[in-house]
């Protein structure tokens, strides 16, 4: 890993530059800016819209306890995920680097002029975050879509019993190598097929309201004959685990702020954002409405595989079979957007000298961040491997909550160290104090009512500050070793992969 280094620059050790210069000449490798407003919205609701709607249903209304609150909460987590949406891009259009969470609290938090000991403060949390995200959050979070997309593949194979472990594991690694492969050879690619994903997604929205309708038209329903609200659960404790369960399938708001230096111009993600959330808050609403038309309260809270019951319901096991496609399709181009947004994280701390240098390379041909890819891609399969990670979703959710809450806060700090710096798109002064305040109590009450997923939470966050201290911020407590292995990795990973060290300057994006 690359040392500390005080003016936020990426600093290679000489064994490396010398690498660098061998590998790649003095050619300047950059991302290719792609990025338009449809493939923007394409992306966004590719990444959104995946297993989350198929699964948290169950989560929200066994909270809920109605389905009018349910519907309420429903409405509120995607406010909430528009709220920090447009606050993540009023950051994105003048910090000018890819990495989202990242990139904004290095920058929030870093006084490099003024203190160094604040300094080292928003690089050490910044590399916390980066650790987040490379060994917990998006591994855990995409090995999960994976298992779900390999269950439901095989579903018409096994109507009358479960499908092997091992066939599902398998099934699963093949939907990251597939996505990741279309990542590592076109950006743009990717985007079109994640284009092409959200109008099939669309498709299958209109194809549930239609079988609700059906359902209705033929009498089939008592559910909108009764009480809304009746047996609603107003706890706060509830109410944030029910928020929970809906954000869960509102996760990947802030996925085009990984892509900012990639982005066709300034205009593109506050576009994104305005055009692209609406649509989703409206298939979310759309879609519970027809699921509560078809089954019962009770019927929605056994189960988390909640489209199969539907499709059955309405017609019969050839729906089963056909709903099985569709969730599989549209998880698969959530598990693509995964893939794309963490090897972007990578990419970006590699090239800040917090992670070994070769992850900063870009590929000679394709110009996509091929060695960040790979690696993202290994990481996710090896946690496909252990047979129960579902018990650590809360955990991870309540520690990205805190980095989101880092991040708000960053956005109002720089509102006044960064004051003069041009700024294509605002947001009210109000939403990001509500953000945080939101933030706030998405993280406190969860940690209150399961402690043991608060210690869990802790528990993946701690190693990153030893990590930090003794490998990046003081070279001389490194072993010299380190520093020749990582030129030595960098040279061999470059020629392996056919990349070269990205060059990186602000005036380029």
Not at 315 to 338: D, M, Y
Not at 457 to 465: H, K, Q, T, Y
């Amino acid at each position: 890993m690359a040392g500390h280094h005080e003016e936020g620059k990426p600093l290679l050790s000489a064994h490396v530059q010398s690498a660098a210069a061998t590998d790649g000449g003095e050619e300047k490798k950059k991302l290719k800016k792609e990025l338009t407003v449809l493939y923007g919205v394409g992306f966004l609701i590719s990444d959104i819209i995946g297993s989350g709607i198929f699964l948290s249903p169950n989560g929200v209304i066994a909270q809920a306890g109605s389905y009018g609150l349910a519907l309420v909460i429903w409405i509120v987590s995607g406010l909430m995920a528009t709220g920090g949406a447009l606050c993540y891009s009023e950051l994105g259009t003048f910090v000018k680097k890819s990495g989202s969470e990242y990139a904004y609290i290095a920058e929030a938090y870093s006084f490099r002029k003024r203190n160094k000991y604040v300094s080292t403060v928003g690089e050490c949390m910044a590399f916390i975050n980066v650790w987040m995200v490379m060994v917990v959050s998006t591994p855990m979070s995409t090995a999960i879509e994976a298992l779900l997309a390999a269950e439901y593949l095989v579903k018409p194979f096994y109507l009358n019993c479960d499908a092997p472990t091992l066939v599902l594991k398998l099934i699963a690694a093949v939907t990251v190598v597939i996505p990741a492969c279309v990542n590592a050879y076109s950006v743009k690619l990717t985007l079109q097929i994640s284009t092409f994903i959200t109008f099939v997604k669309f498709i299958a929205t209109t194809f549930v309201v239609a079988l609700a309708v059906y359902y209705l038209s033929i009498g089939c329903n008592r559910t909108f004959n009764n009480d809304f609200f009746k047996r609603s659960n107003y706890s706060p404790y509830g109410l944030s685990l029910g928020l929970y369960a809906a954000l869960w399938s509102y996760d990947g708001w802030n996925c085009v702020n990984f892509m900012t230096e990639e982005t066709k111009n300034d205009k593109t993600l506050p576009r994104t954002i305005c055009i692209g959330m609406p649509l989703i808050i409206f298939c979310y609403v759309i879609i519970n409405l027809s699921f509560f038309a078809v089954l019962s309260v009770g019927e929605i809270a056994d189960t988390t595989a909640v489209a199969l019951p539907f499709a059955y319901k309405t017609i019969g096991t050839t729906g089963e079979v056909l709903f099985s496609l569709l969730v599989t399709l549209s998880t698969f181009g959530a598990i693509s957007v995964n893939i794309l947004i963490d090897a972007r994280v990578k990419f970006v701390a590699a090239r800040d000298g917090l992670l070994p240098s070769f992850l900063y390379g870009i590929h000679n041909n394709f110009r996509t961040p091929l060695p960040a890819i790979v690696i993202s891609s290994t990481f996710i399969i090896l946690m496909i491997i252990p047979s129960n990670i579902n018990q650590l979703v809360n955990s991870y959710s309540l520690a990205m909550w805190i980095f989101y809450a880092l991040v708000f806060v960053g956005l109002l700090i720089m509102r006044v160290t960064h004051k003069d710096v041009k700024r294509p798109f605002k947001v009210f002064l109000p939403l990001p104090i509500l953000m945080v305040l939101i933030s706030v109590f998405l993280v406190i009450l969860p940690a209150i009512g399961q402690p043991v997923d608060a210690a869990i939470a802790i528990g993946l966050i701690l190693p990153a500050i030893p990590v930090y201290f003794i490998f990046i911020f003081k070279s001389k407590w490194r072993p010299k070793i380190f520093s020749r292995i990582n030129a030595t990795s960098t040279r061999f990973m470059n020629r392996l992969l056919n990349s070269s060290l990205s060059k990186y300057s602000e005036s380029d994006i």
